[in-house]
């Protein structure tokens, strides 16, 4: 497998996944699509990859910064898109109705030589979900995990299992208490619902990730609470606890699609 992130930020967020092995063209997928067609058609170009190999595009939540340009997208090229029922009923995805395909938590569908399972977490929302996609020929698995208030159980065994981890460092705590959104925001996101900060995601990868891991993809970074220098020392800090594992660890933007990273 091998995994960019398209775009990760609290403006956009889009995760392009591709079955490097697969027999079929259609070999690859998005896990969500919260940045418009013009920008994801630029940023798989960016990366040498089609519009056209995209099988399916997998919704974790109902939040603009995730579903902003999955309609036009979608209907574009033709593309199914997954999501928990509620999220279908709750908010609009798509004006073509039969790409819509509803699906269950702890599901998994076997989609362009990959298995994908959603799993819930707390977050702000109607059923939230993140996602693990495992390739079985190569026994590689690897997690897609932000908007995720705190390191609930499902989140833990995921990041104990994963070879490669896309994980949400959304902000810094000195930063957020000190900043200048209202109370009832900076409440909101550090509370069960809202955010990982960089603290509590380095924490949960030192507590439960195992020998299998080798690379970490820092997420989801708050623009006005956080910065990529804060959240790489908070987590190359905290994961130096861990002498039997050294993963490498990236950062990811809002701004560019990261390089594609080789699970």
């Known amino acids: 497998m091998k995994i960019s992130a398209l775009a990760s930020g609290s403006s956009g967020n889009c995760f392009f996944i591709e079955n490097e092995k697969a027999k079929s063209n259609k070999n690859s997928i998005l896990v969500d699509c919260g940045i418009s067609c013009k920008q994801a058609e630029e940023r798989l170009l960016d990366i040498k990859r089609s519009p056209k190999s995209i099988k399916g595009i997998f919704v974790t939540h109902e939040h603009s910064d995730h579903i902003r340009g999955i309609d036009v997208f979608a209907r574009k090229f033709s ?11 709750s908010c609009f995805l798509c004006s073509d109705k039969e790409l819509l395909n509803g699906i269950k938590n702890n599901e998994t569908l076997k989609i362009a ?11 702000l ?3 939230p979900v993140s996602y693990y996609i495992t390739d079985s020929k190569n026994n590689k698995k690897l997690s897609v995990i932000t908007d995720a208030g705190y390191p609930c159980k499902n989140i833990t ?10 994980i949400e460092s959304n902000y810094d705590e000195k930063m957020l208490h000190e900043g200048l959104y209202p109370w009832h ?3 909101w996101i550090s509370s069960d619902n809202g955010h990982l900060s ?15 891991l080798k690379n970490i993809m820092l997420c989801h970074l708050s623009q006005n609470n956080n910065t990529p220098e804060k959240a790489l020392h908070t987590c190359r800090t905290i994961m130096k606890e861990r002498l039997d594992i050294r993963p490498a660890i990236e950062i990811s933007t809002r701004f560019e699609a990261t390089g594609l990273f080789r699970v």
Do not use: R, W, Y
């Open 79 to 89: 593309i199914p898109i997954f999501a928990p029922k509620k999220i279908i009923d």
């Open 113 to 123: 030589g990959l298995e994908v399972s959603a799993f819930p977490k707390s977050h």
């Open 125 to 127: 929302g109607e059923d």
């Open 157 to 166: 065994e995921n990041v104990s299992d994963s070879n490669f981890l896309a």
């Open 185 to 187: 925001l900076k409440k």
């Open 198 to 212: 960089n603290t509590q995601s380095a924490c949960c990868m030192l507590e439960h990730s195992s020998k299998k």
